[in-house]
């Protein structure tokens, strides 16, 4: 049944993924309103319901295992769902073991360090999913954008001077190799939103008065860079996919589809990892035996010894039609 399950992720999930050493345009190669295989808002929201209770089972048994971690980062333009994502496909899964990260402006301390420090501080530990809401590929997008930003990080002369960006998909590269052989995988989702849709979800949040907290009018100023973004897009995602750590492009004209999208990707993560619950040796199998007679022993008068055990045999008896 995994196997099965597993195969029919991977196929769904095949068109996303940014093929190592390709060179990507966004223009022409992905198209943000997509929803292949799935015609129905509805047919799509049992999907999700299904893929976040497999994240639930996996997110269990990869903290009970404790060896590998998993490190899932989310970038999109404004508007592009990143929050509403998170919110959805981790419904259900323990919060103890997931932390989100979101990165803003780094402060004076952080831009006292290299530029992956801020980032190295915020990953998760072994058994734990972390999730960073915009991530290190700031550091090649709003940054490269922006260029003034990068006076702002006090660098030598010769880290800024010609093929500076190249250098920093390396050194990316390099450390996502790092943490990938040490037992974090690295998850990576663009959130490809249309400029037509962009435009909309900023006119809801200025019509809808709930929404206007989610409103900014640096949201709109950055919109006129539109062009810029989508070219650094594309280099990043042809420069930064990797074996270890592959690029997944989600369509994110309509959210829930997006939503499923994710959900896919990042159960395909756990299911190729394959977490597993630790097993329990001989001798402390014989001391839960002398522990569970001791409070079979203490059941109260005409109380199953053992209830849970009662209830699984009652249902099994059900199921049997006895």
Not at 8 to 33: N, W
Not at 107 to 121: G, K, P, Q, T, V
Not at 179 to 187: E, K, P, T, Y
């Amino acid at each position: 049944m995994k196997d099965e399950r597993a195969e029919r992720i991977a196929e769904f999930i095949a068109p996303l993924r940014v093929e190592p050493g390709s060179k990507v345009d966004l223009s022409t190669d992905f198209d943000p309103g997509d929803k292949t295989g799935i015609r129905k808002k509805k047919d799509g929201k049992e999907l999700l319901e299904t893929g976040v209770a497999m994240l639930a089972d996996y997110q269990r048994r990869l903290a009970a295992e404790g060896r590998n971690g998993v490190l899932l980062c989310l970038q999109a333009l404004d508007a592009g769902g990143k929050d509403g994502t998170i919110r959805h496909v981790m419904t259900g899964v323990n919060p103890q073991g997931v932390h989100v990260s979101n990165f803003k402006v780094p402060s004076n301390e952080e831009l006292d360090h290299d530029f992956l420090w801020r980032y190295a501080c915020r990953l998760p530990r072994r058994g734990e999913i972390g999730i960073f809401n915009r991530s290190h590929y700031e550091e090649v997008l709003v940054v490269r954008v922006h260029s003034e930003l990068l006076d702002r990080q006090r660098l030598p002369e010769e880290a800024k001077r010609k093929g500076k960006w190249r250098r920093r998909y390396r050194e990316i590269n390099d450390w996502e190799r790092y943490l990938h052989d040490n037992g974090f995988r690295v998850v990576k989702l663009f959130l490809n939103l249309s400029k037509e849709e962009q435009r909309t979800r900023f006119l809801k949040r200025i019509d809808v008065p709930e929404r206007n907290w989610k409103f900014s009018a640096s949201d709109v100023r950055e919109r006129a860079w539109w062009d810029d973004y989508q070219l650094a897009f594309s280099r990043m995602l042809s420069a930064t996919s990797t074996e270890w750590a592959p690029w997944y492009v989600v369509p994110a004209d309509h959210k829930w589809y997006a939503r499923i999208c994710a959900a896919a990707v990042l159960a395909h993560t756990l299911i190729d990892l394959d977490p597993q619950y630790p097993e329990v040796g001989e001798k402390a199998r014989h001391e839960l035996g002398l522990v569970k007679q001791d409070l079979e022993a203490e059941a109260p008068a005409g109380a199953p010894a053992d209830p849970y055990a009662a209830s699984v045999a009652d249902n099994r008896k059900r199921r049997h039609g006895r």
